[in-house]
C-alpha cells in the first residue's frame, strides 16, 4: 500500500512535466535551425590497421608471452600445493 502512495505523487508530476514540456514554445533567442550532425566515426577495424610484425606489435606478444609464462609457474605451483587423490 505504502508503494502506491509513493508511487503515485511520482507519477502525477511525471505526466504533468511531460504535458508543460510538450506545450512549451521555443525560446525566443533560440536558433530555429536544425542542430549539427556529429561527424560519422569509423570504429569498424580495417586491414591496414592491423601490421603483424610492427614493434608495437612485437612488445605487445612478449608482454603476453611473459604474462602467460609467469601465469603457467604459478598453476603449476598450486598443482604442486594441492593434495588430490586420483584413484
Known sequence: MRAVLLATPILASILISNSLAVR????AGSATSAPVEAPAVHVQPRAEDFRPHSPASEAEQHR????????????????????????
Open 24 to 27: 512549451a514554445e521555443p525560446l
Open 64 to 87: 603476453l608471452s611473459e604474462f602467460d609464462a609467469e601465469q603457467q609457474k604459478l598453476d603449476e605451483a598450486l598443482d604442486k600445493k594441492l593434495n588430490i587423490c586420483r584413484c
